[in-house]
């Protein structure tokens, strides 16, 4: 059963344009992270975030934890080519040790 | 961090045969995850590797399809037995760090079975 949906599934943005990802659960989890994968790599770590209401900030990229811990959002301004990859969303459900990764938004931006 | 080693790195196999995978991590770890990744897909946890006992497996895998291998706290295998097409995708390895709170992934295995 899958316990993390993200939209959008698939984005093809324009260089310079914003956008936001969404991870939504019914669950609650102690944290949520944030990963990017590229073709032939495995998932990079951009972010994790803690705290009901927090918001983490990385250069153009800013992370949300919902109040209740069980969504996060992904905003990215002026994106870039370098942005393009796969987004997934990922957490513990609390009570767990086990990560579960979210549906994945394959984000496409175009020079 | 933690540097992950994985091999093969890809491989095409013929249905009915078998595949180990190797990972290698440059620290120790008490939990080593599995995950698969179909193709265009977000991953899915396989199992937990935990040195000196039976991996835990999740919901619709089994030992028998993929035998698991954890005989120090640096290495793990994943083995893919009696492969069919359906096999076809990327294996990773992963360790988690922080509380588990930080997740380190191998560069994975891109499996095709023909």
């Known amino acids: 059963t899958q316990l993390l949906e993200q939209s959008p599934q698939f984005l093809s943005i324009q260089e310079g344009e914003n956008l936001t990802v969404y991870c939504n659960s019914s669950s609650v989890f102690s944290s949520l992270q944030w990963y990017r994968q590229e073709p032939g790599e495995g998932p990079v770590l951009l972010v994790t975030?803690?705290?009901?209401?927090e918001v983490k900030k990385l250069k153009r990229l800013t992370f949300q934890f919902g109040d209740a811990r069980k969504d996060s959002s992904l905003h990215i301004t002026a994106a870039q080519p370098g942005d393009t990859g796969l987004y997934l969303c990922a957490g513990a459900p609390i009570g767990t040790y086990k990560y579960i990764f979210g549906t994945g938004t394959r984000l496409k931006v175009l020079a | 961090s933690a540097v992950i080693s994985q091999k093969p790195s890809r491989d095409i196999c013929q249905r009915g045969t078998s595949l180990t995978i190797q990972c290698q991590v440059d620290?120790?770890?008490?939990?080593m995850f599995w995950y698969r990744q179909q193709p265009g897909q977000s991953l899915t946890l396989i199992a937990t590797a935990n040195q000196g006992s039976e991996a835990t497996y999740e919901s619709g895998f089994v030992i028998d399809k993929f035998p698991i291998s954890r005989p120090n706290l640096t290495f793990s295998t994943l083995t893919v037995s009696n492969m069919s097409p359906e096999d076809s995708s990327i294996y990773l390895c992963s360790v988690g760090q922080g509380g588990n709170e930080k997740l380190f992934f191998g560069s994975g295995t891109q499996l095709s079975v023909l």
């Open positions: 620290s120790q770890v008490t939990m």
């Open positions: 975030v803690v705290t009901g209401g």
